[in-house]
């Protein structure tokens, strides 16, 4: 079941302040190469192969179709960008460590969190830079219970973790200089079409993936109607670490 990555492309603009905001907080000298742990349809990898003219930026996603979108929009960076279909809770097939790692919106998705540290650590070089960003405990808990009074049997494929035990996991998989901390960012759109889409093509995704054609949109209109406003009740987990010498 792979993302719908044009329809993300259009709508993810959360996801793209996010990342911008995390990308802020990565020092580069523009000579790096850096990994986007996580590339998605390619608009924050963007900005990052801007901050690296004679760098080199490798864009990594479990999605072929979030690869195969980030391939047109990044095609004016031509050699300075290359392209790896992997999922980051496996050994990553760089053939090269990396200088930096950025990620933003995807960690959550990878549901054994030592085994994601553990993997990055192995492709970066020491005192390499991880900036990131996911979901953390707490997140989209009202999502989670209106999709339940739905009807929907809640998926266990994320992982929503805390800041101490991501900062044991980090620790013990290489990385010093460690910061975690959560961050509320409630995220309103509109009622109705917006809405739906939204739900449809993120976070919801896997559950309606499931779902038979003529189940989707009642159940969407279900949990809009379940939720008290439309508002998704996001909690960032923010990440800082550097990779040991």
């Known amino acids: 079941m792979d993302w719908d990555a044009s329809t993300y492309d259009r709508i993810a603009d959360p996801m793209f302040r996010w990342g911008s905001e995390v990308l802020g907080r990565l020092s580069l000298e523009g000579r790096e190469t850096v990994l986007d742990a996580g590339c998605g349809s390619g608009r924050v990898t963007e900005l990052l192969a801007q901050r690296v003219p004679d760098g080199r930026v490798i864009a990594l996603d479990a999605s072929p179709a979030m690869i195969d979108e980030s391939r047109t929009r990044l095609a004016r960076f031509r050699e300075r960008i290359s392209y790896v279909v992997a999922n980051l809770g496996r050994p990553l097939p760089l053939d090269q ?58 998926p266990e494929d994320h992982y929503f973790a805390t800041p101490s035990e991501t900062q ?25 079409e917006q809405l739906d889409t939204y739900m449809r093509t993120i976070i919801l995704r896997t559950i309606v993936d499931r779902m038979s054609e003529p189940e989707r949109d009642p159940f969407l209109r279900a949990v809009g109607r379940e939720l008290s406003e439309p508002v998704i009740d996001y909690v960032r987990l923010n990440i800082s670490a550097r990779r040991a010498s």
């Open 97 to 154: 460590p990396v200088d930096a790692v950025l990620s933003t919106a995807t960690f959550h998705w990878v549901t054994d969190h030592d085994a994601l540290f553990a993997n990055l650590s192995s492709v970066m070089r020491p005192n390499a830079r991880l900036q990131a960003q996911c979901g953390g405990v707490g997140n989209i808990e009202r999502v989670k219970a209106a999709a339940m009074a739905a009807g929907a049997v809640w």
């Open 168 to 192: 044991r996991r980090l620790a013990r998989n290489g990385f010093v200089d460690v910061r975690c901390w959560l961050q509320e960012a409630p995220t309103r759109l509109e009622p109705g």
